[in-house]
C-alpha cells in the first residue's frame, strides 16, 4: 500500500517531496482521532499555528474538510482530499507560492501501527524554501510523527474518550436495566 497521489501532485511531477514514516506503539484507531482533530494539533505539534475550521465550522476532519492554519510560517487554506476511516487521509495546502498535497497512510502492525506521512509542493516559494532550508520540512515532519506517537499512546483525545465513555455508560444501563425487568 502506498499514497495515492492526484497527477499533478505525484512525487516525479513536482519540485519538493519528502518522505517521513515512524512504527508507533499505538492503536491505528488513537493515530486516526489525532490526525482528525486538527485543532487540537497545536497543543502537541509546534509546526501548526492558529487553526480554524473553515467548512464546516467545526472538526474534526471529514472528507472535504476546508481549514486554515500557519505552518512553517506561512498561512495556508487546505483542504480534505482523500479519507478512509483508520488508514489514509490526505489534504491539499494551498497560499500564495506554494500548492502542495500531504498525505497519510496507517497501517496495522503486531505492536500498533506504521505512519507514512509524505508530501509533495510545487510553487516559487516552496522552490525557495526547499533551496534555502532543504532539511527543514523532512524534520518537521519527523517532529510531527514522533509527536503524535506521543499522543496517540496516551489514548484517544478527550472529547473522543467522554464520546465513548458515555456510549459504554449508556449500553450499560442498558443491559442493567433489561437485566433489572427479566424475571
Not at 524534520?139 to 496516551?154: C, D, F, G, P, S
Not at 458515555?166 to 442493567?176: C, M
Request: proline letters at 6%.
Amino acid at each position: 500500500m502506498g499514497i495515492r497521489w492526484p497527477e499533478q501532485y505525484a512525487p516525479a511531477n513536482t519540485a519538493v517531496f519528502v518522505s517521513n514514516q515512524l512504527e508507533m506503539n499505538a492503536p491505528p484507531e488513537a493515530v486516526w482521532e489525532w490526525l482528525l482533530r486538527a485543532d487540537l494539533w497545536p497543543q502537541w505539534y509546534p509546526n501548526s499555528k492558529n487553526l480554524t475550521y473553515l467548512e464546516p465550522s467545526e472538526g474534526p476532519l471529514q472528507l472535504g474538510s476546508t481549514f486554515r492554519w500557519t505552518t512553517f510560517g506561512t498561512t495556508i487554506v487546505s483542504r480534505v482530499e482523500e479519507f478512509v476511516p483508520s488508514e489514509r487521509i490526505a489534504w491539499n495546502a494551498k497560499a500564495t507560492g506554494v500548492d502542495a498535497y500531504h498525505a497519510w497512510l496507517i497501517e496495522r502492525t503486531e505492536k500498533g501501527c506504521r505512519v507514512l506521512t509524505e508530501e509533495t509542493q510545487n510553487g516559487w516559494l516552496a522552490r525557495l524554501g526547499s533551496l534555502l532550508m532543504p532539511a527543514r520540512m523532512g524534520k518537521y515532519h519527523q517532529i510531527w510523527l514522533e509527536r503524535l506517537a506521543q499522543q496517540a499512546a496516551k489514548g484517544l483525545p478527550a472529547e473522543v474518550s467522554t464520546r465513548a465513555d458515555e456510549g459504554n455508560f449508556r449500553r450499560s444501563l442498558q443491559v442493567k436495566g433489561n437485566q433489572g425487568s427479566a424475571r
